[in-house]
């Protein structure tokens, strides 16, 4: 789609978006959930969401999939995060979208759902990134939240952030190769105007981040 078609989609939607939106806020609320300092988990869903605003029209091929693309941002975190099943996102998601639309958002969210694991490894491995890459509009929802979390993690001084920043930075080669189907079908795509804007919030360094971008992204 082109930015204005988006764009256009986005405001004939934009009821819809946010009952979306304030449906998985309650959800994430219900569960006491937070975000970094202690904010509501609705500011992160928010920050995926924003990506997406911004992005999804690199990816989105149709009008019929812009609603499925930002249930599945809103909801990415429900059954990891938020207790709830497969079959629970699937019964949100009918309550709002079409049946064909409900199944691409619960099949996004379900993708974007970490294995059970000892460790963050464990938690994302191969089998997970197989999952995201299988899965329309997945790769994309996935870097858009990765996006939001690097964005934070590069906002604060505090420790943890600092931490988070140097774990997501290491990362950032496996983790471009894992989500990357090396598709020709746009939904399973992730523009690099997304991949740059991340790798821009994680170098410090103006005279690498050229050369380090660059890298990143042939790697990619």
């Not at 699937?90 to 691409?104: D, F, I, S």
């Not at 938690?123 to 870097?143: D, M, N, Q, S």
């Given at each position: 789609m082109t930015r204005e078609s988006f764009e256009t989609c986005m405001q004939k939607y934009a009821p819809?978006?946010?009952?979306i939106g304030q449906s998985a806020h309650d959800l994430h609320q219900s569960v006491n959930q937070t975000y970094g300092d202690n904010l509501p988990y609705g500011y992160h869903l928010d920050m995926v969401v924003n990506n997406i605003r911004d992005f999804g029209h690199l990816v989105?091929?149709?009008?019929?999939?812009?609603l499925p693309l930002f249930f599945g941002g809103y909801y990415h975190d429900s059954i990891e995060d938020a207790r709830l099943t497969y079959n629970d996102v699937m019964k949100t998601a009918r309550h709002l979208l079409t049946v064909e639309q409900a199944l691409m958002a619960t099949e996004i969210v379900y993708a974007l759902t970490n294995d059970k694991g000892r460790t963050r490894a464990e938690r994302a491995g191969e089998k997970y990134y197989k999952g995201i890459r299988e899965t329309p509009y997945a790769?994309?929802?996935k870097l858009c939240d990765r996006l939001?979390?690097?964005t934070y993690s590069c906002s604060g001084v505090d420790g943890d952030n600092l931490r988070m920043k140097e774990v997501y930075k290491a990362e950032m080669p496996h983790f471009l190769t894992s989500i990357n189907p090396h598709s020709d079908d746009p939904r399973f795509q992730v523009p690099q105007e997304a991949v740059l804007k991340l790798a821009e919030c994680l170098i410090d360094d103006m005279e690498r981040e050229e050369r380090d971008c660059r890298d990143?992204?042939?790697h990619y």
């Amino acid at each position: 789609m082109t930015r204005e078609s988006f764009e256009t989609c986005m405001q004939k939607y934009a009821p819809s978006i946010e009952v979306i939106g304030q449906s998985a806020h309650d959800l994430h609320q219900s569960v006491n959930q937070t975000y970094g300092d202690n904010l509501p988990y609705g500011y992160h869903l928010d920050m995926v969401v924003n990506n997406i605003r911004d992005f999804g029209h690199l990816v989105c091929v149709q009008e019929a999939d812009v609603l499925p693309l930002f249930f599945g941002g809103y909801y990415h975190d429900s059954i990891e995060d938020a207790r709830l099943t497969y079959n629970d996102v699937m019964k949100t998601a009918r309550h709002l979208l079409t049946v064909e639309q409900a199944l691409m958002a619960t099949e996004i969210v379900y993708a974007l759902t970490n294995d059970k694991g000892r460790t963050r490894a464990e938690r994302a491995g191969e089998k997970y990134y197989k999952g995201i890459r299988e899965t329309p509009y997945a790769p994309f929802v996935k870097l858009c939240d990765r996006l939001a979390n690097i964005t934070y993690s590069c906002s604060g001084v505090d420790g943890d952030n600092l931490r988070m920043k140097e774990v997501y930075k290491a990362e950032m080669p496996h983790f471009l190769t894992s989500i990357n189907p090396h598709s020709d079908d746009p939904r399973f795509q992730v523009p690099q105007e997304a991949v740059l804007k991340l790798a821009e919030c994680l170098i410090d360094d103006m005279e690498r981040e050229e050369r380090d971008c660059r890298d990143w992204w042939n790697h990619y």
